[in-house]
């Protein structure tokens, strides 16, 4: 459902980004220097606040996660595009697209990935054509990160690698005189520009004072080499000229009509670099990206002149619950009986974090439900059921005097776990998708009722600082999961696959920052609200653009047997689950958890139904994640729906996720119509 299934297959932020990138050849940022934001630049979780309630928190070591290639002082980046650099033993290829790169025993290597797609997978390769080998074994660490660059430095030489996503520039500076060779290279001589052809692809060599003899290229102390691949239709002397130092990158952002976003390259001088742009920010407005194009699984990127990627996406609402005011009598009655059902056979609250913020949110859209058919027996017994729970999660002591439903602060990792972790929370996976159900919840519960928002915020806005902090402290990360290049999140903490992070519930993760909206507002924070809108627009894009509706013209899915993609690596997509080979659990996955803020789902009827197609084929709608397909299904048009809704009378309690109820089912198809 996100990253690998171990167990089955505020009111102000902190007033620093930890970590920050500078130059290739600079040292990291000051954790106190300031750090750009969106509209207003201003932290969305107060600072202060944060930190006292972070304090009041248990404090306990987390795991080893091996950050030794990490430098001091910066913050564990879990869950980014380049985690695998900096976690476990062996560091693992990343993807600053349009390249793949690692690190090697000997040096590194980067390349654009040779993209194959069969019935199942679109794979980009992971094995660097060029291979640059240093004259003594280095010692690689991460040494600076930003929003979308990092630099890697060898402590034995003092050489450093700067790549960054969407920058078709390697930057290597030399801490001492360094001759780097590549086997097979044969640098020749164009102008001020060295040229080389490894497999299909053209790499080009730039720098002051470099000496290029054959595969070697000397680099004196203290400078610069460059290498760039040449896009198809480019022109190498271009590219040349745009192949400027990168000294760090910011976002910025706004929501107005739409959610709009600047991601920002600073460099020497402020002059033009090259930017590639994905297919989503084509879509969104991106322009100016007419120096030729590169393959990548997610479609073909258009390389950009300036120093700032900017696009714009819609906004999509965050709502507490359905709306039920259209239904007729007879519905209501049917849905009153279906809840006093539902609520007759309830089950214990799960203890883990994962299970547990599903069923609080399952059981605040039942609440809510209740409320609006007037069904005041089963009302009373479900906010007594929440609040009482909510209120043992809640508890800054709880897991000072329990063992269970309670949260600690991970001093090592610095970050919130649940004491009874899920599918390796405690390694940092999945974080978003469990705690936006517990923000989804509060948000629906606290939405009316200040006192219960007051009660549980020292918590409850731990819980937004762990994934959505902004800026970063010396406590937490800025956007712990969210990319905004790639502009979705990232599942896994530390990444150890060769393919790249990766994410598979798309929808889990539209469902996070729905949930941080509703919380927001709940606490009347309007700077968390509106970064929790933006961040919600901009993975909305990304799961249709790469996850359900992607556009089939691109090159790229030729050859695909499948109509969604389920799961997407760095390198790699997927026709598959991490916990079930069933089609429905493909679609499913991507639906779950159907909530009222779900409008992303819909969209093209014919796609969806193509879509529902495929994932019903063999076992129809009664089955695991039936309920979900029969939602999604019924946001194709008004026969569809009401064919979902007589198929949702009549299917078996297999169909029903635990995360949802039939009451919930036949409510979603009922306003539908409403």
Known sequence: MRAPRLAAALTVAALALAGCTAGPDQAPTSPSAPRPGGASGSPVLAPDAVAEATRALPQRDGLDLKTTRLAEGLLPPTNRWFSGLAFGDTPQPVFPLPYVFSLAEDGFGFGVPVVVTTGQTIMGSNDPALDLVLPQSPSWQVSAYDEASVTVTDTVSGGAVTIAQGSPYVWFTAGEETTLSAAGAGWRSEGDVWRTKLGNDEYALVGEGLEVSGDDVTVPAGGRATWFVLPAGGDAARLAELAVPLEGTSAHWSVEDQARTRLVYATEGGRPTAIAALPHHAAGGASDCELGTYPSIFGTLALCEGTELEWSAPLYEA???????????????????????????????????????????????????????????????????????????????????????????????????????????????????????????????????????????????????????????????????????????????????????NQESSSEAVNAWAGLTLWARARGNAPLADHARWMHALEAQAARAYWTDFDRADPVYEGLSHTILPLNFGGKRDYATWFSAEPAAALGILIIPASPSSDHLA????????????????????????????????????????????????????????GSTRTYLLAFLMSAAS
């Not at 039942?366 to 005041?376: D, E, K, P, S, V």
């Not at 027996?377 to 709880?398: H, N, Y």
């Not at 610095?414 to 004491?419: E, F, K, L, S």
């Open 319 to 501: 709502r507490t619950g359905l709306d039920l005011s259209g239904l007729a009598d007879a519905e209501r009655e049917e849905l009153a009986t279906q809840l006093a059902a539902d609520v007759a056979s309830a089950q214990p609250y799960p203890a883990d974090t994962y299970f547990g913020g599903k069923a609080l949110y399952r059981d605040a859209q039942l609440w809510h439900i209740a409320r609006q058919l007037g069904a005041t027996e089963q009302e009373q017994v479900l906010r007594e059921r929440l609040v009482s729970t909510l209120d043992r999660w809640m508890d800054p002591d709880g897991c000072a005097t329990g063992d269970a439903f309670c949260f600690t602060y991970d001093t090592t990792n610095r970050g919130i776990v649940g004491r009874t972790p899920s599918f390796g929370s405690d390694e940092f996976n999945d974080h978003h998708f469990h705690y936006g159900y517990f923000l989804y919840a509060g948000g629906v519960l606290a939405a009316e009722d200040p006192e219960l928002a007051e009660r549980w915020a020292p918590v409850m806005d731990l819980l937004a600082a762990d994934i959505a902090a902004s800026p970063a402290s010396d406590l937490y990360p800025e956007r712990r999961t969210f990319d905004v290049y790639a502009s979705h999140s990232w599942a896994s903490g530390t990444s150890p696959f060769a393919d790249g992070n």
């Open 603 to 658: 969209g093209d009827p014919e796609r969806i139904r193509a879509n529902v197609a495929e994932a019903t084929a063999t076992r129809g709608f009664d089955q695991q994640y039936g309920d979900y397909l029969l939602m999604y299904a019924a946001l194709a048009g008004e026969e569809d729906r009401a064919e979902a809704l007589a198929t949702a009378r009549e299917v078996s309690d297999e169909a029903i996720d635990d």
